[in-house]
Nanobody
Framework: QVQLVESGGGLVRPGGSLRLSCAASGNIFGINVMGWYRQAPGKERELVARISSFSGTNYADSVKGRFTISRDNAKNTVYLQMDSLKPEDTAVYYC???????????WGQGTQVTVSS
């Protein structure tokens, strides 16, 4: 099993910044891709950004140029730096880890991000 513990959510004004962290523990062998998804009320969960073991990255078009994903392999931690936040970024953000050899996904408990004036 893999445990994912998220931190860093909260309330921020439009244009502000937040940094999310997700620490992975447990049987992390073969966890090659980690990322962040989000789900707003009444909407489906969507990919925000993901990063591979070799630091290859993918971003949703809606966050390109504003969000940056990074990882510290020594700490088994992935980060999401969110800048120039907009009200439409409001959602619960979930950390994800993918064990590519089996295709198994693991999820964190979610952290609320609210962008409001």
């Amino acid at each position: 099993q893999v445990q994912l513990v998220e931190s860093g959510g909260g309330l921020v004004r439009p244009g502000g910044s937040l940094r999310l962290s997700c620490a992975a523990s447990g049987n992390i062998f073969g966890i090659n891709v980690m990322g962040w998804y989000r789900q707003a009320p009444g909407k489906e969960r969507e990919l925000v950004a993901r990063i591979s073991s070799f630091s290859g990255t993918n971003y949703a078009d809606s966050v390109k140029g504003r969000f940056t994903i990074s990882r510290d392999n020594a700490k088994n931690t992935v980060y999401l730096q969110m800048d120039s936040l907009k009200p439409e970024d409001t959602a619960v953000y979930y950390c994800n880890a993918l064990r590519t050899i089996t295709g198994t996904n693991y999820w964190g408990q979610g952290t609320q991000v609210t962008v409001s004036s």
